[in-house]
């Protein structure tokens, strides 16, 4: 809308619909667009433009997370879960 302002910092939601200003710090989403969070100002933020500037060292970040989630995704887990379940598989 003409006539609205989006506060420093502040993170609007997707698909938010902003009818009217945002202030500074704020989590808002929603349509229309409210404020569903507080931020702390003196909290220091890491943009997506951050994240992918080195991408090297997000893939070999992202590849060792996966290591570690897939550890026990193993053949013998998966028969094991197919002929013996166990109370949480």
């Given at each position: ?23 500074a ?13 507080n ?45 013996f ?5």
């Amino acid at each position: 809308c003409k006539g609205v302002t989006i506060g420093e910092n502040s993170i609007i939601g997707a698909g938010a619909v902003v009818v009217s200003s945002i202030p500074a710090n704020v989590v808002a989403a929603g349509n229309p667009a409210r404020v569903v969070k507080n931020l702390d100002s003196k909290e220091k933020f890491t943009t997506r433009a951050k994240w992918f500037a080195e991408p090297e060292k997000l893939f070999k970040e992202s590849n060792l997370w996966e290591k570690a989630i897939l550890e026990k995704n193993t053949l013998w887990h998966w028969l094991r879960y197919l002929f013996f379940p166990k109370k949480g598989d």
